[in-house]
């Protein structure tokens, strides 16, 4: 090998080095410091509350008949509503003016070249017979799709057939759970290594496959490209993603983003449309928690995001579900249940929510 050659590998083995302990570095700088803005947000958020209660415990004091003796109380609540106000306000400032600047990466624009224009996607089905046969044609049609893959999740009716009929490669995962088969869709897909991505979607026909162009459009610049659905215009006016729903996913992504300051714009946790590099998966499969159900895509964007993976938001269409829905979007109380669930995990520890 001639010198120069050996002088390339050396620098490029060197560079990788390099951008490895910086990552490493950057990930043990941010540990050092807790989201403080997150913090601030639910504190300033409780003082807001307390506030609000006192203000309307007007009607009850001149309602009813000894009302007077909620004076003091409204009193007390206005009062010291301020307090919880002020600290989290001053947290918010702390972390935005003094932190973010050690906490954002000081990085120029990340692009990579795409070689090969091609993915591989993943479609997770339960029990959805009616819609799982034209969404797989869907994908397989499409002439950046290489093969589709359709996990069942134990689906007692003829999903399974229906995908087979339409091309896709199906398994059964038989654990039930909507964390175990996202799991087992991006494990079955990513062992293709003919494809440098992986799109995982839903086969209820909520998603089309034209988005994928949109989504490669971003691959360059991200490890995840996270499809959102909070783009009016690309969203049909009757899905089921209520308004109640879009915003709470909104408020949970605007937490995820106050988490990981610097790091990401999250605007839609529980979108299942996103595309993935096979090089992040390697690394983000054994940091996540398959036992997590409904909340497991705002499980999955928190750790990639710990992991210092780069996240970028695609606007993408969403369209009404054909068939009955089992998940997170069934009403607006499961989808309150899913979205507590979710800042649980976000705050604490998602290891408690399994």
Not at 56 to 75: C, K, T
Not at 131 to 140: E, I, L, M, T, Y
Not at 203 to 214: A, C, N, Q, V, W
Request: aromatic share 10%; charged share 20%.
């Amino acid at each position: 090998m001639s010198d120069g050659l050996w002088a390339k590998v050396n620098d490029e083995g060197a560079a990788v080095h390099d951008a490895a302990d910086s990552s490493r570095q950057f990930a043990a700088d941010r540990r050092r410091h807790p989201p403080y803005l997150l913090y601030g947000l639910l504190i300033s958020a409780l003082g807001l509350s307390t506030y609000v209660l006192g203000v309307l415990l007007v009607f009850p004091r001149y309602i009813l008949p000894y009302g007077h003796s909620l004076d003091s109380l409204a009193e007390w609540l206005v009062w010291y509503s301020g307090v919880p106000l002020v600290l989290g306000l001053a947290l918010i400032m702390f972390d935005l003016l003094y932190l973010l600047r050690h906490r954002k990466p000081d990085r120029p624009v990340r692009f990579t070249a795409i070689e090969r224009r091609r993915v591989t996607v993943a479609l997770t089905a339960y029990n959805d017979e009616e819609s799982v046969g034209p969404a797989v044609r869907d994908f397989v049609e499409n002439p950046m799709v290489e093969r589709v893959i359709l996990v069942s999740n134990n689906s007692v009716d003829r999903t399974f057939e229906r995908a087979l009929e339409a091309g896709a490669i199906t398994h059964n995962e038989l654990q039930p759970g909507y964390g175990r088969c996202v799991f087992r869709c991006l494990s079955e897909a990513a062992a293709f290594d003919d494809t440098e991505f992986v799109v995982l979607c839903e086969g209820d026909l909520t998603f089309r496959s034209y988005d994928i162009e949109k989504l490669l459009a971003y691959a360059p610049h991200a490890d995840i490209v996270n499809g959102t659905r909070t783009v009016e215009p690309l969203r049909q006016h009757e899905t089921q993603l209520s308004t109640f729903m879009y915003y709470g996913n909104l408020f949970v992504g605007k937490l995820l983003e106050a988490k990981h300051l610097g790091r990401g714009t999250m605007t839609d946790v529980g979108t299942t449309y996103k595309l993935c590099r096979r090089s992040a998966l390697e690394r983000l499969l054994p940091a996540v928690d398959p036992a997590i159900n409904l909340e497991f895509n705002a499980h999955f964007l928190d750790r990639a995001l710990g992991l210092d993976l780069v996240v970028v938001e695609c606007p993408i269409t969403f369209h009404p579900r054909v068939g009955i829905s089992k998940g997170g979007n069934i009403n607006n109380m499961r989808g309150l249940k899913v979205g507590v669930r979710m800042i649980y995990g976000i705050l604490f520890d998602w290891r408690w929510m399994t």
